[in-house]
């Protein structure tokens, strides 16, 4: 079964300090994978997405990810975070062929960011 | 404005009432799917729907069911709520297969 792990539950930083949350899948097969973000009370909002081509993605807010197949890894960056990036973070895959409508998501990594 | 609406965002209800949370599209998106939201397990997937009179079950449907008779709308129905229904919910819909949700403010259910 497919499954994503976000290893970082909790990540505090310090403005303008870059970013990198972790984000594995076990999936074989061809995958689209996600981040999203959940602002304290907010539902979640689009962050980027891969489907295929150049595995460095640009998203918005300054976000990047880069999807590395031979590790099954989807990592999301940012060079300088802002107080405004305290929030959630998701990671979501979702696996081609029969099951395509499924997306899993991780557990989630929270971030706080200290002014 | 394109959106998925949620119905009602709070709900306080005692176990074994019937409950509808009511989800509306209006993007002509052809899927929807129902996820729960519980701390340190993210957002598990309840139910799905790929287009009207075509569901199929997410990770966790026990104690819910879902219909699908027109496209924009995908209810979640709890016949008998428990205590472990208690929640936050989230409806979300998808132009195509694969192509990430757009998700509705969540509606916030506790059963007691």
């Known amino acids: 079964a497919q499954s994503v792990s976000q290893h970082n539950h909790h990540v505090i930083l310090s403005e303008a300090a870059s970013l990198e949350l972790g984000c594995n899948y076990s999936?074989?097969?061809?995958?689209?994978l996600f981040w999203y973000v959940q602002y304290p009370g907010q539902h979640l909002q689009l962050l980027l997405k891969?489907?295929?081509?150049?595995?460095l993605v640009k998203g918005i807010k300054g976000f990047e990810a880069e999807f590395i197949k031979s590790k099954f890894s989807f990592n999301l960056r940012k060079p300088s975070v802002q107080w405004s990036d305290t929030a959630e973070y998701f990671c979501?895959?979702?696996?081609?062929?029969?099951?395509?409508?499924?997306?899993?998501f991780g557990s989630g990594t929270r971030l706080s960011i200290r002014p | 404005e394109a959106q998925v609406t949620q119905n009602p965002r709070y709900l306080i209800t005692v176990t074994g009432k019937k409950l509808t949370v009511t989800c509306s599209q209006n993007?002509?998106?052809?899927?929807m799917s129902w996820y729960r939201q519980d701390p340190g397990l993210g957002l598990r997937q309840i139910y799905y729907?790929?287009?009207?009179?075509?569901?199929d079950k997410g990770d966790v449907p026990e104690g819910y069911k879902v219909s699908r008779k027109e496209k924009r709308n995908f209810p979640l129905i709890l016949e008998s709520p428990s205590p472990n229904q208690t929640s936050l919910y989230f409806c979300a819909s998808s132009l195509m297969e694969g192509y990430g949700y757009t998700f509705g403010s969540g509606t916030r259910l506790t059963v007691v």
């Open positions: 729907s790929m287009n009207v009179e075509v569901t």
């Open positions: 891969y489907f295929s081509g150049d595995p």
């Open positions: 999936y074989g097969g061809t995958v689209n």
């Open positions: 993007m002509n998106h052809e899927y």
């Open positions: 979501a895959v979702n696996a081609g062929g029969s099951s395509a409508s499924k997306i899993i």
